[in-house]
């Protein structure tokens, strides 16, 4: 009975500890940014593609996203400005399917 206690008790912490998989309210926005960057590539509308371009780079700037994510969306931006739409779609797509939440 004892360790039915312990291991019940240590599950409850180990879930404690690392959460139910519920993503962050910082990945909850990175996500809400990408989906704009994705929509803009989508539509190839460069003019959007700049403001989220920039958006990102203020999260990226104030810490909200890692740089493992800046540089993935990055490459994303950066074949959209090339003028490489179906190339970045594919990316962001891509992305998307990997890292649904990201930080």
Same mark, same amino acid.
């Given at each position: 009975? #004892?360790?039915? @206690?312990?291991?019940?008790?240590?599950?409850?912490?180990?879930?404690?500890?690392?959460?139910?998989?519920?993503?962050?309210?910082?990945?909850?926005?990175? /996500? $809400?940014?990408?989906?704009?960057?994705?929509? =803009?590539?989508?539509?190839?509308?460069? #003019?959007?593609?700049?403001?989220? #371009?920039?958006? @990102?780079?203020?999260?990226?700037?104030?810490?909200?996203?890692?740089?493992?994510?800046?540089?993935?969306? $990055?490459? @994303? @931006? =950066?074949? =959209? /400005?090339?003028?490489?739409?179906?190339?970045?779609?594919?990316? #962001?797509?891509?992305? /998307?399917?990997?890292?649904?939440?990201?930080?």
């Amino acid at each position: 009975m #004892a360790t039915r @206690i312990k291991f019940a008790l240590a599950a409850f912490l180990l879930l404690n500890v690392l959460g139910c998989g519920e993503p962050s309210p910082r990945e909850l926005k990175n /996500r $809400q940014e990408f989906e704009a960057l994705l929509t =803009a590539v989508s539509l190839k509308n460069k #003019a959007e593609l700049d403001k989220d #371009a920039k958006r @990102i780079e203020d999260r990226h700037s104030s810490g909200e996203l890692s740089d493992d994510g800046f540089k993935d969306l $990055q490459s @994303i @931006i =950066a074949k =959209a /400005r090339d003028g490489k739409w179906s190339d970045a779609e594919k990316l #962001a797509y891509e992305f /998307r399917e990997k890292r649904p939440y990201f930080k």
